[in-house]
């Protein structure tokens, strides 16, 4: 069983920056691939940015390629996602996720509660 707790949501203008933080409880934090995902209002869950147990690999969905940086501290337990030059459609509630090793963007067994993310234009 692993705990997810996301940070760092907020309300921020188009063009700014947030951090998001992810904690988890699990000791096995590092054997994880660790994922975020994304919900706006009437659409489904999507993929946004994965990364290995070892930082060695990152995955980013397309609408987010250059703008959001995922990495991980695994002497922390955490994951993070800086996310910058938003914009409006980024807009959503964001996960954080903990999967198999070998996963990128799909079987994700664990879930935080979620954090709020607004970008105003």
């Known amino acids: 069983q692993v705990l997810l707790l996301e940070s760092g949501g907020g309300l921020v203008q188009a063009g700014g920056s947030l951090r998001l933080s992810c904690a988890a409880s699990?000791?096995?934090?590092?054997?994880?691939?660790m994922g975020w995902f994304r919900q706006a209002p009437g659409k489904e869950r999507e993929f946004v940015a994965a990364?290995?147990?070892?930082?060695?690999?990152?995955d980013y969905a397309d609408s987010v390629k250059g703008r959001f940086t995922i990495s991980r501290d695994n002497a922390k337990n955490t994951v993070t996602l800086q996310m910058n030059s938003l914009k409006p459609e980024d807009t959503a509630v964001y996960y954080c996720?903990?999967?198999?090793?070998?996963?990128?963007?799909?079987?994700?067994?664990?879930w935080g509660q979620g954090t709020q993310v607004t970008v105003s234009s």
């Open positions: 990364i290995g147990w070892n930082g060695v690999w990152t």
């Open positions: 996720a903990a999967g198999p090793l070998g996963t990128r963007r799909a079987e994700y067994m664990y």
């Open positions: 699990s000791r096995t934090f590092s054997t994880y691939t």
